[in-house]
């Protein structure tokens, strides 16, 4: 299992978002690390096919995400924002992306529960969603991007509201799974990767200025601070 980004770009009028991105991801934790506005929302919203690219492709299993019904049925997407029905309970809107995505009623129920058990919302299944408070909505929405049990799960900055302790919990959860599937988690701080990236891709002014395993680092915080602040621009590919 193989998805490819093959010189992925995006330019809006003047503006080049997405420079020429080129990466072979693996079953594994990708972290996506970069300041705001680096361009990696925009790179992920690409690799959910959602956006279409101004140039190049993606690929999953040697196929065009854009035309690959494989890869719409196997991957899962948490976007920064996402709208609830304002009527609907926790349990009535996953059943509701449920028959979405076409998961069998006999799974559906299993799946639900044992989500809201890993992502501590079963106090609250039957509560709606409105109430909740911004990192229960979180919560929600990691939910429902991974009720397909997805081979691909694309996170665009999915720790955003949750406290620390929801945090470790989380991330506890995507390293006990990350050897089924590729898992591409963005975000702009350094803690909530770290620990559990297999490789660290920095993403600078819309470029990939590296891409590092684990073990090519031993301060990562350093190593970001260092391309951020100090204008290191060298670029390292594994």
Same mark, same amino acid.
């Given at each position: 299992m193989e998805l490819i980004i093959h010189n992925l770009s995006k330019n809006y009028r003047k503006k080049e978002a997405v420079k020429d991105i080129n990466m072979n991801l693996t079953p594994g934790i990708w972290g996506l690390l970069g300041?705001?506005?680096?361009?990696?929302?925009?790179?992920?919203?690409?690799?959910?096919?959602?956006?279409?690219p101004t140039k190049g492709n993606v690929l999953f299993c040697g196929k065009d995400i854009r035309h690959n019904r494989l890869y719409r049925a196997s991957f899962g997407f948490l976007p920064q924002e996402i709208q609830f029905g304002r009527d609907l309970t926790v349990y009535d809107y996953l059943e509701y992306v449920a028959a979405l995505k076409n998961i069998p009623q006999r799974e559906t129920k299993m799946r639900i529960n044992r989500l809201?058990?890993?992502?501590?919302?079963?106090?609250?299944?039957?509560?709606? /969603?409105?109430?909740?408070?911004?990192?229960?909505?979180?919560?929600?929405?990691?939910?429902?991007?991974?009720?397909?049990?997805?081979?691909?799960?694309?996170?665009? !900055?999915?720790?955003?509201?949750?406290?620390?302790?929801?945090?470790?919990?989380?991330?506890?959860?995507?390293?006990?799974?990350?050897? !089924?599937?590729?898992? /591409?988690?963005?975000?702009?701080?350094?803690?909530?990767?770290?620990?559990?990236a297999d490789y660290v891709m920095i993403m600078k002014e819309g470029s990939l200025n590296r891409t590092v395993s684990r073990s090519d680092y031993d301060d990562l915080e350093e190593?970001?601070?260092?391309?951020?602040?100090?204008?290191?621009? !060298?670029? !390292?590919?594994?």
């Open positions: 300041a705001n506005g680096a361009g990696k929302t925009t790179l992920m919203r690409m690799m959910a096919g959602i956006l279409e809201l058990h890993v992502l501590t919302l079963e106090d609250v299944r039957h509560k709606k /969603i409105v109430k909740l408070s911004g990192g229960m909505k979180r919560r929600v929405g990691i939910a429902q991007a991974m009720l397909n049990d997805p081979k691909v799960l694309i996170l665009d !900055e999915p720790t955003a509201g949750l406290d620390p302790g929801e945090r470790i919990r989380f991330r506890n959860f995507l390293a006990e799974t990350s050897s !089924e599937r590729i898992i /591409i988690l963005s975000t702009h701080i350094v803690s909530d990767i770290e620990d559990i190593l970001y601070i260092n391309i951020f602040m100090n204008g290191e621009d !060298e670029y !390292e590919a594994v």
